[in-house]
């Protein structure tokens, strides 16, 4: 199986902040890699797909970038409605596995 | 408005079986794969199965962790997938959640929970 390695597993950050979370795959993934945001309590959302595409309607401070196996999401300006666990996906093989999630807060 | 909606989770005894229905709207179900994606208290996100749509053979795959016990189904008629869970043990409680696609998901239902407990 493929292993996602998320880093930070938690992230504290100020208002305006600029964010950045990142996920390493254990092999080439190509840019088969998503990102989820799950606020408490909630299920989860899709935010960008493929990498770096922003899935329409997610605000534009979100984005995504990929190098080699290293992939990040990017907020760059952090609203208090950022607060949530984001988790990267990936889907170039089977079985699809999930990063083990980093959890934003803010200051 | 596309959306999914899951239904029949509740409390279990071990080694006994739940039928799980995600109920789809807003959208033509057929054409799509629905995915069963999991999460235990406090944890974190793990996919557990999927059923392509009948263009694509309307095959299932599952994660290891269930092989052999869960069962994928789908009602294109009356726009519903099933997760048939059969020998349930503790290590199954969690949050299940249902979610439209290939590769990504995208919508996912809100979740219905299992608890496994004698």
């Known amino acids: 199986d493929i292993q996602m390695t998320q880093s930070p597993s938690s992230l504290s950050a100020s208002e305006g902040d600029r964010v950045t979370i990142t996920c390493q795959a254990s092999?080439?993934?190509?840019?088969?890699l998503n990102w989820y945001q799950q606020k408490p309590m909630k299920a989860p959302k899709l935010l960008i797909y493929?990498?770096?595409n922003l899935k329409t309607g997610v605000p534009s401070r979100f984005s995504g970038n990929r190098s080699g196996t290293n992939f990040t999401l990017t907020i760059s300006s952090l609203q208090p409605e950022d607060v949530a666990t984001y988790y990267c996906?990936?889907?170039?093989?089977?079985?699809?596995?999930f990063g083990q999630g980093t959890k934003l807060e803010i200051q | 408005e596309v959306q999914l909606v899951e239904s029949g989770g509740g409390l279990v005894q071990p080694g006994r079986s739940l039928r799980l229905s995600c109920t789809a709207s807003g959208f033509t179900f057929g054409d799509y794969a629905v995915n069963w994606v999991r999460q235990a208290p406090g944890k974190g996100l793990e996919w557990i199965g999927f059923i392509r749509s009948r263009p694509y053979g309307g095959t299932t795959r599952y994660a290891a962790s269930v092989e052999g016990r869960f069962i994928i189904s789908r009602d294109d008629s009356n726009n519903v997938a099933y997760l048939q869970m059969n020998s349930l043990q503790t290590d199954d409680a969690a949050m299940y959640y249902c979610a439209r696609g290939y590769g990504w998901f995208d919508p996912w239902g809100q979740g219905t929970l299992v608890t496994v407990s004698s």
């Open positions: 493929d990498a770096s």
């Open positions: 092999r080439d993934i190509s840019i088969y």
């Open positions: 996906q990936q889907y170039d093989n089977l079985p699809y596995t």
